[in-house]
């Protein structure tokens, strides 16, 4: 099981980003799959699930509206779009397999600054 | 939103010794309580999942136990290789919380 992220990156505040994770080494199609993000110093903070499908999605209150999580299981890849980025949007962005987070990528790094 | 609290917030122990992690829920989440370790600049892994399950490839000296809104992680026989810091999370209720994370140094 391999997941990969990328799309990170320097953004300026209100700009936008797409983060990309490239899975392989399982039948992606057969699992949901949720992004976790880190702030510099900080925990971890769980912002969104998408299920195998794609046709149940939720999200952290502190990104919803802001952010789109999707899949394109033809692709063996999961996205995240994000919007009108803030300065407390910066952090490293992870993505992992099931809701419990079996396994993880390496992490992509998005910092938010003028 | 369900508030996990882990304590202590860091310990330092020696090589060899029992260590215990406490993460207490602000209600009820059954067993729906996972134990991630993150290395420093590594991504988090699993450890344990509903609430005492190992996950393969995790050393027999990580045990989780707990039910309801009280849980423990022991490691037993620490050894070198577990400096990190240690999470716990729920998945019982949206949003999917974690605890602040209890570092573990060697001492």
């Known amino acids: 099981v391999q997941l990969v992220e990328s799309g990170g990156g320097l953004v300026q505040p209100g700009g936008s980003l797409r983060l990309s994770c490239a899975a392989s080494g399982f039948t992606f199609s057969s699992y949901s799959m949720i992004w976790v993000r880190q702030a510099p110093g900080k925990g971890l903070e769980w912002i969104s699930y998408i299920n195998r499908s794609g046709s149940t999605i939720y999200y952290a209150d502190s990104v919803k509206g802001r952010f789109t999580i999707s899949r394109d299981n033809a692709k063996d890849s999961l996205y995240l779009q994000i919007d009108s980025l803030r300065d407390e949007d910066t952090a490293v962005y992870y993505c992992a397999r099931e809701r419990w987070g079996d396994y993880w990528g390496q992490g992509t790094q998005v910092t938010v600054s003028s | ?107």
Not at chain 2, 22 to 48: D, E, H, M
Not at chain 2, 65 to 76: E, R
């Open chain 2, 1 to 107: 939103d369900i508030q996990m609290t882990q304590s202590p917030s860091s310990l330092s122990a020696s090589v060899g010794d029992r260590v215990t992690i406490t993460c207490r829920a602000s209600q009820s989440i059954s067993s729906y309580l996972n134990w991630f370790q993150q290395k420093p600049g590594k991504a988090p892994k699993v450890l344990i999942y509903a609430a005492s399950s190992l996950q393969s490839g995790v050393p027999s000296r990580f045990s989780g136990s707990g039910s309801g809104t009280d849980f423990t992680l022991t490691i037993n026989s620490l050894q070198p290789e577990d400096l990190a810091t240690y999470y716990c999370q729920q998945i019982f209720t949206l949003p999917w919380t974690f605890g602040q994370g209890t570092k573990v140094e060697i001492k």
